[in-house]
């Protein structure tokens, strides 16, 4: 009998710990996404503010060349085809 209750009360412990797992396992996978969505918003943050410095760096540059103008496409190198 007493080893009846014995098993019992390692099955019990057995099941919560189990659930006890489950909830981790939820937990860490919410972090992990998390993660990953905070890593994307960085980059992209990142990836923003290089192509504004870009932008104005570029401005700067053509506000030193006179006449500098938009070449069209096709010929963004060639200043012949201006």
């Known amino acids: 009998m007493n080893n009846k209750t014995e098993l019992e009360k390692v099955k019990a412990e057995i099941e919560s710990k189990k659930e006890e797992k489950e909830k ?3 937990q860490l996978s919410q972090l992990k996404n998390q993660e990953k969505k905070l890593k994307k918003m960085a980059s992209l943050e990142e ?35 201006i």
């Open 47 to 81: 990836r923003k503010k290089r192509t504004h410095r870009l932008i104005e760096r570029g401005a700067i540059l053509e506000s030193f060349i006179e006449g500098a103008i938009i070449h069209p496409k096709g010929c963004p190198y060639d200043l012949r085809c």
């Open 24 to 26: 981790y396992e939820k």
